[in-house]
Nanobody
Framework: QLRLVESGGGLVQPGDSLRLSCATS????????IAWFRQAPGKEREGVAC????????TYGDSVTGRTAISGDRARSTVNLTMRNLKVEDTAVYYC???????????????????WGLGTQVTVSS
């Protein structure tokens, strides 16, 4: 059974950096991707970053490009999201998701991801 558990959220100040982790277990599909999405109150779910299961490609959302990095740790079966220069508008619940899709398509189409974690709150405020 596929399971995704996010951690690392919290309250940070504008300009700070933050690392979120997604612990995965039970992933059986050989291809596909793991991604981070976020959703702020009253807004649609937004793709933040995605990494192919093979780790060979990454894709980033326009609003975080240049200050965000996604990486996979095969030994620990975790996917990490590091964000720098955080802004107030980065405040949201961040979700980890996995699915048999490709990042270039899936990051814009959350329904392609079939398994989701419960999310972790990130609040950026001074």
């Amino acid at each position: 059974q596929l399971r995704l558990v996010e951690s690392g959220g919290g309250l940070v100040q504008p300009g700070d950096s933050l690392r979120l982790s997604c612990a995965t277990s039970g992933i059986t599909f050989e291809q596909g991707a793991i991604a981070w999405f976020r959703q702020a109150p009253g807004k649609e779910r937004e793709g933040v970053a995605c990494i192919s299961k093979a780790g060979s490609s990454t894709t980033y959302g326009d609003s975080v490009t240049g200050r965000t990095a996604i990486s996979g740790d095969r030994a620990r079966s975790t996917v990490n999201l590091t964000m720098r220069n955080l802004k107030v508008e980065d405040t949201a619940v961040y979700y980890c998701a996995a699915g048999p899709t490709e990042c270039w398509y899936g990051l814009s189409n959350p329904s392609e991801f079939t398994s989701w974690g419960l999310g972790t709150q990130v609040t950026v405020s001074s």
